[in-house]
């Protein structure tokens, strides 16, 4: 099956994780939230799918292009 991952767009701290491996997503699915210039920002699913694996934690800072997670369709 194809993959497709969840970039961050940005420099940013992890606030909230809304899905974990195992979880099934609709493309448009908030996958988490982060925060970054002061600014939340909430990442989507890009595709519909099953997360297969989550890389990063709350709390956890992350660069810009860094994976959050990985979506299999």
């Not at 940005?10 to 600014?39: N, P, Q, Y």
């Not at 989550?54 to 660069?63: C, E, M, N, S």
């Amino acid at each position: 099956m194809a993959q497709e991952t969840v970039a961050a767009p940005l420099a940013g701290k992890i606030i909230k994780l809304h899905v974990k491996a195992g979880d099934k997503v609709s493309e448009g699915d908030e996958v988490c939230t982060m925060e970054s210039m002061k600014m939340e920002n909430t990442l989507y699913a890009p595709v519909s799918g099953t997360v297969i694996e989550v890389k990063v934690a709350p709390g956890q800072f992350i660069q810009a292009g860094d994976v959050i997670a990985v979506i299999e369709y």
